[in-house]
């Protein structure tokens, strides 16, 4: 069982950056495709960016697109979000996801592993 887990998020001004992290717990035998989501309150649980298990395949939601920048790291199975100019309105929690499949996928049921999730709260 691979399990998540997220880290970097923290409040923040509009405009400011953060960077978010993802990493199993403990070393992975293969290389999963890879995403992040995001839940405000009162919202549902929406599909911010995605990676393939190379790196290839990068995908992201219309918002962010242009402000965030999903990559692999070098440690196998880590990937990073780096959030700029944030806005308000990206005010959730950020959860990192992983499957099996060489690609992402914007639907959530798509991935087996979820870590636990980090809050990132932007004032204006």
């Known amino acids: 069982q691979v399990q998540l887990v997220e880290s970097g998020g923290g409040v923040v001004q509009a405009g400011d950056s953060l960077r978010l992290s993802c990493a199993p717990t403990?070393?992975?035998?293969?290389?999963?495709?890879m995403a992040w989501f995001r839940q405000a309150p009162g919202k549902d649980r929406e599909f911010v960016a995605s990676?393939?298990?190379?790196?290839?395949?990068?995908d992201y939601r219309n918002s962010v697109k242009g402000r965030f920048t999903i990559s692999r790291g070098n440690a196998k199975n880590t990937v990073y979000l780096q959030m700029n100019n944030l806005e308000p309105e990206d005010t959730a929690v950020y959860y990192c996801?992983?499957?099996?499949?060489?690609?992402?996928?914007?639907?959530?049921?798509?991935?087996?592993?979820w870590g636990q999730g980090t809050q990132v709260t932007v004032s204006s």
């Open positions: 996801a992983a499957n099996h499949k060489a690609f992402g996928s914007r639907a959530a049921h798509e991935y087996k592993y």
């Open positions: 403990e070393r992975t035998t293969t290389t999963y495709a």
């Open positions: 990676i393939g298990w190379d790196g290839g395949r990068i």
